[in-house]
Antibody
Framework: QVQVVESGGGLVKPGGSLRLSCEAS????????MSWIRQAPGKGLEWVSFSSGGGGRDISYAESVRGRFTISRDNAHNSLFLQMNTLRADDTALYYC????????????WGRGTLVTVSS | QSTVTQPPSASGTPGQRVTISCSGSSSNIGMYTVNWYQHLPGTTPKLLIY???QRPSGVPDRFSGSKSGTSASLAISGLQSEDEADYYCATWHHTLNGPVFGGGTKLTVL
C-alpha cells in the first residue's frame, strides 16, 4: 500500500525541540522528493521544507523556519525527518508529510499528519 | 500573509457551477504551474488539479482548472453536497525556491 505515516508530534514548551518522523511504504522512497507541510489551527496550508531523493542535496526551507528546522532522510529505512529547534507558539500546527513530484511539480501523496503543540 | 490570494469563501446550490479564483504575480503563477487541493477537516488533503488543468486519475471531470497570466481558477460543475470543503491553490515561488499555497477558500453547498 502506497502511504506515508507521520509520528513524533506532541506538547513542547517554547524554546524546546522536537523531531518528527515520516515512514514511507509502497514506493521507491529514494527516488522521490519529500516535503513537510503544516496547518496551524484555523489557518491554511503552509509549506515548510523539502528534500530531494537520493542524497537529499536539494533542500529548501520556508522563511518562517529557516535556521531553526532541519530536514533529513534515511533512504535505507524509507524515512523522512524534521528536527525542530527553538520552537515558538506559532509553530503549533498539524504537520503533514507529503511526496513531492517534480516536472510538473505537485504533492501527490499526503499523510494524516502529526500534531505539534508549543505551549508553556 | 500569503503571496497568492484566494477569496475566503464561496457558495453554491446543488447542481450549480462555481468557480474559485487564485491570484498571484509574475514571480509565482506567472512563471510556474498551479495545483489545486481539496481538504475536508480531519482528512488528508487531496490533489484535484496539477499542471494548471490536469486531473489525476480518479478525480471526476466535474473539476477543471485553468490559468491565464498571473491568475488561475478552479471550476466545479454539477455541485454536490460532498464538495463542501476547503480548496487551496498552490504554485511555486521563484525567489522562495519552494511552493506557496493560497490562503484557502471555504466552499459551502447551500
Amino acid at each position: 500500500q502506497v502511504q506515508v505515516v507521520e509520528s513524533g508530534g506532541g506538547l513542547v514548551k517554547p524554546g524546546g525541540s522536537l523531531r518528527l518522523s515520516c515512514e514511507a511504504s509502497g514506493f521507491n522512497f529514494n527516488d522521490y522528493y519529500m516535503s513537510w507541510i503544516r496547518q496551524a489551527p484555523g489557518k491554511g496550508l503552509e509549506w515548510v521544507s523539502f528534500s530531494s531523493g537520493g542524497g537529499g542535496r536539494d533542500i529548501s526551507y520556508a522563511e518562517s523556519v529557516r535556521g531553526r528546522f532541519t530536514i533529513s532522510r534515511d533512504n535505507a529505512h524509507n524515512s523522512l525527518f524534521l528536527q525542530m529547534n527553538t520552537l515558538r507558539a506559532d509553530d503549533t500546527a498539524l504537520y503533514y508529510c507529503a511526496r513531492l513530484r517534480r516536472g510538473p511539480w505537485h504533492f501527490d501523496l499526503w499523510g494524516r499528519g502529526t500534531l505539534v503543540t508549543v505551549s508553556s | 500573509q500569503s503571496t497568492v490570494t484566494q477569496p475566503p469563501s464561496a457558495s453554491g446550490t446543488p447542481g450549480q457551477r462555481v468557480t474559485i479564483s487564485c491570484s498571484g504575480s509574475s514571480s509565482n503563477i506567472g512563471m510556474y504551474t498551479v495545483n489545486w487541493y481539496q481538504h475536508l477537516p480531519g482528512t488528508t488533503p487531496k490533489l484535484l488539479i496539477y499542471n494548471d488543468n490536469q486531473r489525476p486519475s480518479g478525480v471526476p471531470d466535474r473539476f477543471s482548472g485553468s490559468k491565464s497570466g498571473t491568475s488561475a481558477s478552479l471550476a466545479i460543475s454539477g455541485l454536490q453536497s460532498e464538495d463542501e470543503a476547503d480548496y487551496y491553490c498552490a504554485t511555486w515561488h521563484h525567489t522562495l525556491n519552494g511552493p506557496v499555497f493560497g490562503g484557502g477558500t471555504k466552499l459551502t453547498v447551500l
